[in-house]
């Protein structure tokens, strides 16, 4: 029997991309539609409870062995889903529409710990600007989703509560620290989510799972709200299954806050139109600069070669597409790495000094016989897991008198030259500037777990390619450019600050590009292979 969701799915995917598929013996066309499809199912008279409950019901079905989710509550989004529908709000812009959260986004009343045992079972006051965006849009709250610790990992496995799998390959990490919210897109535990990047923690995910993330440009997403890593670094943004849903997504939570001191007071590029334009295919009259320093000749070392040979199909489809392509050096990107973890690790040992089992969260030892710093050293001992205790030490070294200068200072100085060599890529009066710079998003596929948890050296080193963009604060966007062993690849594409809606236009230009050759949309492979391993064990 027919339904306004699989009608909207049939009449608006491509080819191959309206089968009905079953995962775990449930329909699941509901989850693998994109966020316009569903937009259009609402339209037709789908209902946001129906749309809720197929997530929930694939939350349940599912999160137990992905570990994508820390705080679901049902009831709670049956209501609020069921509200929207009695206000006739679903299906116009986002209302109606479920979406998931990475639980460094305080929420009023709903548990946010960022994934550490010192927030546990706190129920913040108030909103996060980008959670009260969202819920003044009319979205439904599916959960709040894993992480790793304060944000500080590359795997999701230093969360305190449950290591996330990657539903591609359970054996192998979703990314980090976003990878509760990649987890749950790409396996179809949430049509869309929240994640947050510093170094490269909403690009890096997306990468290893299929999807599409974008790092806004610094100050044009609200901070205010966001339990802080990282504060000169620290970012919110969209990772979804298309470009476009990404910049819809971008466009409802991002513009000017006057409760963050950082936000940018201009107006935000019309990001979805440019990825409408973008999916068009015309990239004549624009420059992709591929970063030498990023996978290039002599910058190859720990690069994968399945990683790279991708990447070079995908740039070789943009030149396709009318895109002048030319390489493009950046030699201070080479110190991205060490300069960012000095930085970061530094304004965490700040920004993590509130936490002293005084104020709110985790309280140990508080039995009348302990003076108030020993009950903060055994709150914290406690309360903080390896990893947070390894870069608390860490920036805290690097900031302490007589070393400032020679740490900290000195990787400042780098983030400048950083700075400069993308202005010079930008903004060259020599004829070689370019309108983006592109590069391989990660060096290598999903490694398994437990790979690199004791070789933190090794785990750092996931976000190589990610780091540059960080530290000037210009825009990035993953995008999915193929499989090497079976496992997502991505492109990065990064533009000057302020020039979001560069990344999307490209990056819709490729996903289009690709779409059209394999004759369905990326993440549907995912769909299908989850569906014969299935139909194989019955």
Not at 121 to 149: C, F, H, I, Q, S
Not at 420 to 446: C, E, H, M, W, Y
Not at 505 to 524: I, K, N, P, S, T
Request: with cysteine.
């Amino acid at each position: 029997m027919s339904s306004p969701v699989n009608d909207a799915r049939a009449s608006s995917a491509g080819d191959g991309g309206a089968e009905r598929v079953r995962s775990r013996g449930e329909d699941s066309t509901v989850t693998s539609m994109t966020v316009t499809e569903l937009q259009a199912a609402l339209k037709d008279g789908a209902t946001s409870v129906d749309l809720t409950r197929a997530y929930l019901d694939r939350i349940a079905a599912d999160d137990g062995t992905l570990g994508a989710y820390l705080h679901v509550d049902p009831e709670t989004a049956l209501e609020t889903a069921a509200a929207v529908d009695a206000a006739g709000r679903a299906g116009t812009g986002l209302a109606g529409l479920p979406v998931a959260l990475k639980d460094v986004v305080v929420t009023e009343g709903v548990p946010t710990t960022s994934g550490s045992k010192i927030l546990q079972g706190w129920l913040p006051p108030y909103d996060a600007t980008v959670a009260a965006r969202l819920k003044g849009a009319g979205t439904v709250l599916l959960g709040k989703t894993n992480m790793d610790e304060f944000a500080m990992g590359s795997s999701t496995e230093n969360s305190a509560y449950r290591v996330t799998r990657n539903p591609w390959n359970p054996e192998r990490i979703p990314g980090g620290s976003s990878g509760g919210s990649s987890a749950a897109v790409a396996g179809g535990l949430a049509p869309w989510a929240i994640g947050t990047d510093t170094g490269g923690s909403i690009r890096q995910p997306a990468a290893l799972t299929g999807l599409v993330g974008h790092k806004p440009t610094y100050g044009s997403v609200s901070r205010y709200g966001l339990i802080a890593f990282s504060s000169s670094l620290d970012q919110a943004g969209p990772m979804a299954r298309t470009v476009l849903d990404a910049a819809l997504l971008h466009e409802a939570i991002g513009g000017h806050d006057p409760l963050d001191s950082t936000s940018i007071d201009v107006p935000l590029p019309v990001l979805a139109e440019s990825a409408r334009r973008g999916a068009a295919g015309d990239l004549s009259g624009l420059t992709v600069g591929v970063v030498r320093e990023l996978g290039g000749d002599g910058h190859a070392e720990g690069y994968e070669t399945g990683v790279l040979a991708r990447f070079a199909e995908a740039v070789a489809l943009l030149e396709s597409l009318g895109a002048e392509v030319r390489e493009v050096s950046c030699p201070a990107f080479d110190l991205a790495l060490p300069a960012y973890y000095l930085i970061a690790p530094s304004e965490a040992s700040s920004n993590l000094a509130r936490f002293d089992g005084v104020r709110y969260g985790l309280r140990v030892g508080d039995d009348g016989t302990r003076d108030l710093d020993e009950v903060m050293a055994l709150t914290r001992e406690q309360g903080f897991g390896p990893e947070v205790k390894r870069r608390i030490i860490l920036g805290t070294y690097a900031l302490s008198s007589g070393y400032y200068e020679a740490y900290y200072g000195q990787a400042q100085k780098v983030r400048t030259l950083i700075s400069r060599d993308f202005n010079a890529a930008f903004d060259s009066a020599d004829g070689s500037r370019v309108d983006v710079l592109v590069s391989p998003t990660t060096p290598t596929v999903a490694f398994p777990l437990g790979a690199r948890v004791d070789d933190p050296i090794a785990m750092y080193a996931a976000d190589l390619c990610t780091l540059p963009a960080s530290l000037a604060g210009v825009p990035a966007i993953s995008v999915p450019c193929g499989l090497s062993d079976g496992l997502p690849v991505g492109l990065q594409i990064m533009a000057p600050a302020l020039a979001d809606d560069r990344c999307y236009r490209v990056a819709a230009a490729l996903e289009a590009a690709q779409d059209a050759a394999r004759g369905f949309r990326f993440l549907d492979q995912l769909t299908r292979r989850t569906a014969d391993a299935t139909e194989g064990a019955a």
